[in-house]
């Protein structure tokens, strides 16, 4: 009896950790886009972006209408950040930068949309379905 509430609890000190593997798993399906740093450099602020595409469609062309917001959140500027070729399952690294503007000005921003979206032999929604945004900044990534 003894053994049998021990195995149990130990079975149920797991569950949390196996649910955390599966979300783990979750968040790295899709197109993800993190930015990852943002720096100023110059006249102008750097934002560097790591994407993952986790989609199983690999992604000739994509570019994405990107709003950047101010401090006080007012918009700024309006770009396509041109992110090119992203082969699946494979990591890729894209710096775009603000020209005339230091990143403590940036608040904000929002992925306004796929401009271009070119999928060989696949659905092109995958670019917009199948995105999912995080920041390692202080600057929020929305969309």
């Not at 955390?20 to 886009?33: H, I, K, P, R, T």
């Not at 595409?53 to 990107?66: K, L, P, W």
């Not at 950047?68 to 890729?92: C, K, Q, T, W, Y």
């Amino acid at each position: 009896m003894i053994f049998r509430r021990s195995a149990l609890a130990v079975v149920f000190a797991a569950l949390p950790l196996v649910a955390q593997a599966q979300s783990a798993d979750e968040a790295l399906e899709g197109l993800v886009l993190e930015l990852n740093t943002v720096q100023d450099v110059g006249q102008a602020c750097r934002l560097t972006f790591v994407i993952e595409n986790n989609s199983g469609a690999a992604i000739d062309a994509v570019s994405y209408e990107t709003v950047i917001f101010d401090a006080s959140g007012s918009v700024v500027s309006l770009s396509l950040f041109n992110f090119r070729d992203l082969p699946v399952d494979r990591p890729r690294v894209r710096q775009f930068d603000l020209p005339g503007m230091t990143c403590g000005a940036v608040g904000k921003a929002l992925i306004n949309g796929a401009n271009t979206c070119v999928v060989a032999g696949s659905d092109s929604q995958v670019c917009h379905e199948a995105l999912k945004l995080q920041s390692r900044t202080d600057v929020e990534l929305i969309g």
